[in-house]
């Protein structure tokens, strides 16, 4: 598991992603720098939101200078990559990341990709409802009532469904299940593929 501890991470975007993000990798040690566009005025709820965790922010635009002693850039979902600032991350060789990259580097338990142009969110939920009952049923396919001292391997949902996931991994155990939707935003950075991955459908889409 990477160790965080020191590491100056760059996000792009204080919405969901990019906060969910900017929280998980402040309380593992790492040197947080957020930036956003708005004014601080306009991010007051998001500044309040992060109050308990060490965070630079860096309102009003992304100027290059950010990229200073920067180790990873991590532009959140829907920011574009085309960015001056990612594109200069990339001419100097500083690797790109998000929230769902992240996440499936330190899951402990197994993961689930859902992706396409339609249907993602439907199918995700039905995944994840699957989960649940297999969860709730004994192998002899009767329902189990545990006693209130077991644990109960459960489902986990996000992605670009619900919250990001990296809200959770830290409660995550070995025989839990993370069901994720990913758009095409959280797939650019992508390395690693979940354990299990879906592509319903390709067509053009938001064009």
């Known amino acids: 598991m990477t160790d965080w501890t020191g590491r100056r991470v760059l996000i792009l975007g204080a919405a969901r992603q990019g906060m969910a993000l900017a929280h998980w990798l ?4 790492a040197h947080v720098t957020l930036s956003d566009s708005r004014s601080m005025d306009e ?6 939101a992060l109050a308990d965790v060490n965070i630079e922010w860096a309102v009003g635009g992304h100027p290059l200078e ?3 002693n920067t180790d990873m ?3 959140s979902g829907g920011v574009p990559l085309t960015l001056p600032i990612v594109q200069e991350a990339v001419r100097r060789g500083i690797p790109l990341s998000n929230d769902t990259q992240i996440f499936m580097e330190v899951a402990p338990c197994r993961t689930v990709g859902i992706t396409g142009s339609a249907g ?3 199918t995700t939920s039905l995944v994840a409802k699957m989960a649940e009952l297999a ?7 009767s329902q189990t009532t545990r006693s209130s001292t077991a644990r109960h391997p459960r489902s ?4 670009n469904i619900g919250d990001p996931l990296i809200n959770y ?3 995550m155990h070995a025989d839990d299940l993370a069901i994720l939707e990913m758009s095409s935003f959280q797939l650019d950075q992508a390395t690693i593929s979940p354990d299990i991955s879906a592509v319903l459908n390709i067509t053009p889409n938001h064009l």
Do not use: I, M, N, Q
Not at 26 to 29: D, L, M, S, T, Y
Not at 156 to 159: E, I, K, M, P
């Open 26 to 29: 402040a309380r593992h040690g």
């Open 43 to 48: 991010l007051a709820s998001a500044r309040a």
């Open 66 to 68: 950010l990229l200073e």
């Open 73 to 75: 850039l991590c532009p």
């Open 120 to 122: 993602k969110t439907t």
């Open 135 to 141: 969860f709730s049923t004994l192998d002899d396919g």
């Open 156 to 159: 986990y949902v996000g992605g």
């Open 169 to 171: 991994v830290d409660d």
